[in-house]
């Protein structure tokens, strides 16, 4: 069925690079998402007030909410599309991540109006009347939920849309909250005891926790999260790949939106190179990456020494003391300033982010120390950096 509808109502839809190919998609869930709820909802409704059941009406209303945040989620990707303009450089796309907070507060809100309603229940509980068709739709519902999570699961994973996958998470979570409802029927009908309040409870915390967990997923790149280590690796092996560079550091990618990145990243070249070869190089790396990957890149150009053997040779020293103290350290910009009485060692380290300050200033002394050894003459100059990669 999700194939069908994507080759159905998605035209190119092999093309998910292609921002309105990948709108298409986000049309096609929001409508998906729309249709089915609405039916689950008029159902549910009249299911929980025959039944007279507060967790299938909160069940029900669950769904109401999950259609309007179809429909918020449809207006949040039609917008996203619009282009760049004077004031938005870089395009509209984080109005998708607001679009997925703002469902994110309708869900949460849903969960705690029905919380309050099922604590009432609590000290005035209501029989729950059982009825055989009534039932087996509740039981078609989970059905249809699961085939909605399969559903934008698998678009998410496609076109790579959080949005996707937290509407994806929300419907697995409505699995979770019928089929709590269902079993609370099944123990009245058969046990003869009411649980039907405890099992509103229940479902009125999973959806809040769904909530949460959706604002959690679209806050981090509103934020600003650090790089995902798959489109890190993918930069890093891309740039390194063109003959003339020599090495990679401090990549720092800003989303802008899904398919809407800027990044920058220091490349290293050969310091006896001319500087118009090294930077036709530059240029052309970065015209190759946007067409490629679809990332506006910015490098900046670091010489480096790859014939000194003084220096080739200082600098294999460094690495073998930094191995020995943390293999998850590691140095760049390494250069040396010779003097008669002094010869300075320039360089960056790239510690883990859990590094404090007071760990950072045992590494510095440790490698000033371990090069002393070496040399006398030595004085290192050690600035530290932390990776913007996850």
């Given at each position: 069925m999700t194939e069908f509808l994507v080759r159905r109502f998605v035209k190119d839809y092999e093309s998910t690079e292609d921002n309105s190919v990948r709108t298409s998609y986000g049309v096609l869930s929001s409508f998906v998402g729309i249709f089915c709820n609405i039916l689950l909802f008029a159902g549910k409704l009249t299911i929980g007030a025959f039944m007279h059941s507060i967790a299938v009406m909160a069940d029900a209303f669950n769904n109401l909410s999950d259609a309007a945040s179809s429909v918020i989620s449809f207006i949040g990707v039609k917008m996203a599309e619009k282009p760049a303009d004077e004031e938005h450089p870089f395009g509209h796309g984080r109005i998708e991540y607001i679009s997925a907070l703002i469902v994110s507060f309708i869900v949460i809100e849903v969960g705690i109006s029905f919380l309050k309603s099922s604590f009432g229940k609590l000290?005035?509980?209501?029989?729950i009347a059982f009825n055989l068709v009534p039932f087996l739709i509740l039981v078609m519902s989970v059905g249809v939920k699961l085939w909605m999570a399969l559903f934008n699961?698998?678009?998410?994973?496609?076109?790579?849309?959080?949005v996707m996958l937290a509407a994806a998470a929300d419907s697995m979570g409505d699995v979770i909250t019928t089929s709590a409802t269902i079993l609370s029927i099944l123990i009245c009908r058969f046990a003869g005891v009411n649980i039907d309040a405890v099992a509103g409870l229940v479902v009125s915390l999973i959806v809040i926790w769904?909530?949460?967990?959706?604002?959690?997923?679209?806050l981090e790149p509103l934020i600003g999260q650090a790089a995902d280590p798959e489109v890190a690796r993918k930069i890093r092996e891309e740039v390194e790949s063109y003959e003339g560079i020599e090495g990679t550091h401090d990549l720092i990618v800003h989303n802008y939106g899904p398919n809407r990145s800027m990044a920058s990243i220091h490349a290293e070249v050969p310091r006896d190179v001319d500087i118009e070869v090294s930077h036709e190089i530059i240029d052309r790396i970065e015209r190759d990456v946007s067409k490629k990957m679809g990332i506006f890149l910015v490098i900046h150009m670091d010489p480096v020494e790859m014939r000194d053997e003084r220096v080739l040779t200082t600098r294999s020293q460094l690495?073998?003391?930094?191995?020995?103290?943390d293999p998850e350290v590691t140095f760049h910009d390494f250069r040396m300033v010779w003097g008669e009485k002094r010869i300075n060692l320039i360089f960056d380290v790239l510690v883990p982010f859990s590094y404090s300050k007071e760990e950072q200033k045992k590494l510095k002394d440790y490698l000033r120390m371990q090069m002393k050894n070496i040399d006398s003459r030595y004085e290192c100059v050690i600035t530290v950096d932390k990776s913007y990669v996850a």
């Amino acid at each position: 069925m999700t194939e069908f509808l994507v080759r159905r109502f998605v035209k190119d839809y092999e093309s998910t690079e292609d921002n309105s190919v990948r709108t298409s998609y986000g049309v096609l869930s929001s409508f998906v998402g729309i249709f089915c709820n609405i039916l689950l909802f008029a159902g549910k409704l009249t299911i929980g007030a025959f039944m007279h059941s507060i967790a299938v009406m909160a069940d029900a209303f669950n769904n109401l909410s999950d259609a309007a945040s179809s429909v918020i989620s449809f207006i949040g990707v039609k917008m996203a599309e619009k282009p760049a303009d004077e004031e938005h450089p870089f395009g509209h796309g984080r109005i998708e991540y607001i679009s997925a907070l703002i469902v994110s507060f309708i869900v949460i809100e849903v969960g705690i109006s029905f919380l309050k309603s099922s604590f009432g229940k609590l000290s005035n509980p209501e029989d729950i009347a059982f009825n055989l068709v009534p039932f087996l739709i509740l039981v078609m519902s989970v059905g249809v939920k699961l085939w909605m999570a399969l559903f934008n699961r698998k678009l998410g994973k496609r076109i790579d849309s959080k949005v996707m996958l937290a509407a994806a998470a929300d419907s697995m979570g409505d699995v979770i909250t019928t089929s709590a409802t269902i079993l609370s029927i099944l123990i009245c009908r058969f046990a003869g005891v009411n649980i039907d309040a405890v099992a509103g409870l229940v479902v009125s915390l999973i959806v809040i926790w769904a909530g949460i967990g959706i604002a959690k997923d679209t806050l981090e790149p509103l934020i600003g999260q650090a790089a995902d280590p798959e489109v890190a690796r993918k930069i890093r092996e891309e740039v390194e790949s063109y003959e003339g560079i020599e090495g990679t550091h401090d990549l720092i990618v800003h989303n802008y939106g899904p398919n809407r990145s800027m990044a920058s990243i220091h490349a290293e070249v050969p310091r006896d190179v001319d500087i118009e070869v090294s930077h036709e190089i530059i240029d052309r790396i970065e015209r190759d990456v946007s067409k490629k990957m679809g990332i506006f890149l910015v490098i900046h150009m670091d010489p480096v020494e790859m014939r000194d053997e003084r220096v080739l040779t200082t600098r294999s020293q460094l690495e073998q003391a930094i191995k020995e103290k943390d293999p998850e350290v590691t140095f760049h910009d390494f250069r040396m300033v010779w003097g008669e009485k002094r010869i300075n060692l320039i360089f960056d380290v790239l510690v883990p982010f859990s590094y404090s300050k007071e760990e950072q200033k045992k590494l510095k002394d440790y490698l000033r120390m371990q090069m002393k050894n070496i040399d006398s003459r030595y004085e290192c100059v050690i600035t530290v950096d932390k990776s913007y990669v996850a």
